[in-house]
């Protein structure tokens, strides 16, 4: 997912709006969105919540946005459909054997995810 600078970016230019124009229509101070957009304050949950009710998301998305909370996961895809269909073909043995093995890639990708520099404040 892109940043939030570069996704609220796009959205300026899509709507013909000004930071000043945003900042208003979030209840955001245009000093404050101005220094989120600049990188250098990092987005609270006012400035989200505000982002969310001026651009139409919801707050989870402005939060995952930000890099706050991680993106749902997307559960109902043909991938993921093709691969119960073929689960289903395991004994309960290979079955756990291969949850467990999932779920450790999916921790390391977690682990990876909460390490990224923007979640940190360095990037």
């Known amino acids: 997912m892109e ?5 609220l970016n ?7 709006w000004s930071q ?20 250098v304050a990092k987005p609270g949950p006012d400035f989200l919540t505000g982002i969310a009710q001026a651009f139409g998301i919801t707050r989870r998305e402005a939060f995952q ?9 997307i559960t109902d895809t043909p991938t993921i459909r093709e691969m119960n269909q073929e689960f289903a073909y395991l ?6 054997y291969w949850a467990g093995m999932l779920k450790c890639y999916v921790a390391e990708r977690r ?13």
């Open 10 to 16: 796009e959205q300026l230019r899509t709507r013909g």
């Open 91 to 96: 004994s309960p043995d290979e079955q756990a």
């Open 65 to 73: 946005r930000a890099g706050m909370i991680e993106p749902e996961p």
């Open 111 to 123: 682990r990876e995810y909460s390490a990224r520099p923007q979640d940190k404040g360095e990037g």
């Open 20 to 39: 000043s124009e945003a900042a208003r229509r979030s209840s955001i101070s245009p000093s404050m969105f101005s220094q989120v957009m600049s990188g």
């Open 3 to 7: 940043s939030l600078e570069n996704w």
